[in-house]
């Protein structure tokens, strides 16, 4: 089935991701990038997806857009349910390439921004015409009421003189407009829900925290869900309500932001945080979590975290997976020391 018209209950999330596991074929033989992920996005809140490089996390938001590419597998059992304003739900998983259900999703239901941003634009384009194609397919305007919604939009980001810079091509701008211009694109068709990947890593800070800044008070406005991907702690801090921290593939903390970063439960959320320079350790030496993240085709046994993690237990830690514990709070850790009949650390 492609898209269910059921009713939606009150309490059901625009977005919701259960059991999602993903693998490519290799030349050395198939791999598990991402295992068992699951998530919820709520209208208005900000999902923060923390993780090192090869996390898994893009991976896992890509295939919420079915962008995946032919030599990866979304497996049996992996649910991503996307319900609509309208009511329709859509199972994500299970939509055909090219089906009509899937162009509706992912122009007008749910938008991407990523780190690059001519990987969003046509270098052949002005920037006006590529959001005026997307206002008129996804939201039904004419050509000059959708001319006027992209200044108005290009306004909205933050871009000065934005009836002159509508007409230039994306090379034209520095960029940091051209950031605050593919925000403004992603924007353009009306999505409920906007995935954020590493959208402010290439920017100097100083425009990074303009950028975050405008991200947060559009999200406030127009009520969207957002997921923002980033591998800094720091960023979550500022912008999201939720986090889920992503090792080799699974979630292995998740809860409230504040909570998390205020007193994080698992070794690799510490470590995350503990190579975060702030104004009150200046002079304290920043402890990177050490070692690397290995390969999900050398996946270690047990707690995929061992070799890393200075609390390991010998004899259980490398030999068996922690399950997730629930805790108080909507709080989750996957980790031996916070298992049932264990003492916390
Ligand atoms: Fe460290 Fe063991 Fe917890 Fe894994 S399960 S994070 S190795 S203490």
């Avoid at 309490?11 to 992920?37: C, H, K, W, Y």
């Avoid at 068996?320 to 980790?335: D, F, L, N, S, Y």
Wanted: hydrophobic share 40%.
């Amino acid at each position: 089935m492609t898209a269910l018209n059921a009713p939606i209950a009150a309490a059901e999330p625009m977005l919701r991701v259960e059991n999602l596991t993903i693998s490519f074929r290799t030349d050395e033989g198939p791999i598990t990038p991402v295992q068992g992920v699951g998530f919820d996005v709520s209208e208005g809140r900000t999902l923060g997806l923390v993780g090192e490089s090869g996390s898994g996390k893009s991976v896992s938001t890509k295939a919420l857009m079915r962008l995946l590419p032919g030599s990866a597998t979304i497996e049996r059992g992996s649910r991503m349910r996307y319900v609509a304003k309208s009511g329709e739900a859509f199972e994500i998983e299970a939509l055909r390439a090219g089906s009509r259900a899937l162009r509706r999703l992912r122009g007008g239901e749910i938008g991407m921004i990523f780190q690059e941003p001519m990987a969003s634009f046509s270098p052949v384009y002005t920037i006006g015409n590529q959001m005026i194609e997307s206002i008129r397919l996804h939201r039904g305007m004419n050509a000059r009421e959708a001319r006027d919604e992209a200044v108005e939009m290009l306004t909205k980001v933050g871009i000065s003189n934005p009836e002159g810079r509508v007409d230039q091509y994306p090379h034209e701008l520095s960029g940091g407009m051209r950031q605050r211009a593919m925000i403004a694109l992603a924007l353009s068709a009306g999505p409920r829900l906007l995935i954020a990947d590493e959208p402010t890593t290439a920017l100097d800070v100083t425009i990074q925290a303009q950028v975050l800044a405008l991200m947060g008070d559009l999200q406030r406005d127009l009520g969207m869900g957002l997921i923002f991907i980033t591998h800094d702690l720091g960023v979550i801090a500022q912008i999201a309500d939720d986090v889920a921290v992503m090792y080799l593939g699974a979630i292995v903390e998740r809860g409230p932001a504040r909570e998390v970063i205020r007193s994080p439960r698992h070794p690799y959320t510490r470590g995350l945080l503990d190579a975060i320079p702030t104004l009150d350790r200046l002079d304290a030496r920043l402890k990177p979590v050490p070692g690397d993240i290995p390969s999900p085709s050398q996946r270690p046994s047990g707690c995929a975290f061992h070799p890393r993690c200075a609390q390991a237990i010998k004899g259980l830690c490398e030999r068996k997976a922690p399950e997730e514990t629930q805790m108080p709070g909507g709080r989750a850790v996957r980790c031996w020391l916070h298992a049932e009949g264990r003492s916390a650390a």
